[in-house]
């Protein structure tokens, strides 16, 4: 079993919509999370950190549910520019090493 | 924020040559890099973490005679794919962590896409 599991998609959401995903993690000790954005050919690039209690930024929301080992990302009001490769990141519980998952691949269309 | 590059964006090379591949911090010095490796429609992986004036700390199945990482300066890591092989065409990117050393506070540069003949 992965690490860090997401479904690679492709999400295919029309603009305007509503879109959310799940990334599952196996270690129960794994202590901070995170998604990031990759776009094709291109380095990852920090979208949130997942906080406990769920954060939001804009359109993004963020969840965390250490019971049952997984964290969301919703995306509300899709834009064309939303498409991308969504990345998620699990910090262990021993240092500061990034474990990825494989990525959930998101197409917005008008 | 800050700003990590790397040299070259991209590179061909025939099976059998050594390819170095540089990672530098450019507003900040890095006392860790990290070094990732990703193939087509997978994610990344962590090859190695370099680490500033000290032997770099390699991943399980990663040869670190094969992939050789020096750490000289605090601004520059450098990764070495010696005698290339078709197999080791990939997208290589490093990160270079922020000195307050937050989880979250890991830059990436724009990465390397190898490819071996």
């Known amino acids: 079993r992965k690490e860090v599991e997401q479904d690679p998609g492709p999400f295919n959401v029309p603009e305007g919509a509503t879109v959310a995903f799940n990334c599952t993690y196996s270690n129960s000790a794994s202590q901070s999370f995170f998604w990031y954005r990759q776009d094709c050919r291109k380095e990852p690039k920090l979208l949130m950190s997942v906080y406990s209690s769920g954060n939001e930024d804009g359109r993004f929301t963020a969840q965390l549910n250490r019971a049952s080992q997984y964290i969301s990302l919703l995306i509300r009001d899709s834009k064309l520019s939303d498409s991308a490769t969504y990345l998620c990141v699990v910090i262990k519980a021993a240092g500061n090493k990034l474990t990825f998952g494989g990525g959930t691949r998101v197409l917005v269309k008008p | 924020g800050a700003v990590v590059s790397q040299h070259p964006s991209w590179v061909i090379c025939k099976s059998g040559t050594s390819v170095k591949i540089e990672c530098r911090s450019l507003?900040?010095?890095?006392?860790?890099m990290f070094w990732y490796r990703q193939f087509p429609k997978q994610s990344l992986m962590l090859m190695a973490t370099?680490?500033?004036?000290?032997?770099?700390?390699?991943e399980q199945g990663v040869e670190k005679d094969k992939f050789l990482i020096n750490h000289a300066s605090l601004t520059l890591s450098t990764l070495t794919v010696t005698s290339a092989h078709p197999e080791d065409s990939s997208f290589y990117i490093c990160?270079?962590?922020?000195?307050?050393?937050?989880?979250?506070?890991?830059?990436f540069g724009p990465g390397t896409r190898l490819t071996v003949l």
């Open positions: 370099s680490n500033e004036g000290s032997k770099a700390t390699y």
């Open positions: 507003d900040f010095q890095a006392t860790t």
């Open positions: 990160s270079a962590r922020f000195p307050s050393g937050g989880y979250n506070e890991q830059f």
